[in-house]
């Protein structure tokens, strides 16, 4: 059982930043892939990036590829994404996730966290 806690959201104007991290309890942190998703109002929840168990492998959306960064400290239980030039279309609740191996899809991970809400305004 992995338990899965977002910090980080908050209210930014258009080409600010925001750094959201995950804190994961349990020892097992480190023997699951942990990927970044999120919903806007009356859409579908989206993959925005993954990470392996050791980080070897990454991969992001085409939407924020160049902008977002996602990293993990396995001593810290922790991972994060840093969102860069940040666009008022990417206001949304940003979900952590983990999961047994790398996957940009939803079904695949087996923990979510509650969420945190990011708006960008224009």
């Known amino acids: 059982q992995v338990q899965l806690v977002e910090s980080g959201g908050g209210l930014v104007q258009a080409g600010g930043s925001l750094r959201l991290s995950c804190a994961a309890s349990?020892?097992?942190?480190?023997?699951?892939?942990m990927g970044w998703f999120r919903q806007a109002p009356g859409k579908e929840r989206e993959f925005v990036a993954y990470?392996?168990?050791?980080?070897?492998?990454?991969n992001y959306a085409d939407s924020v590829k160049g902008r977002f960064t996602i990293s993990r400290d396995n001593a810290k239980n922790t991972v994060y994404l840093q969102m860069n030039s940040l666009k008022p279309e990417d206001t949304a609740v940003y979900y952590c996730a983990a999961a047994r191996i790398v996957d940009a899809r939803l079904d695949k991970y087996d923990y979510w966290g509650q969420g945190t809400q990011v708006t960008v305004s224009s």
């Open positions: 990470i392996s168990q050791r980080g070897y492998s990454i």
């Open positions: 349990g020892r097992t942190f480190s023997t699951y892939a």
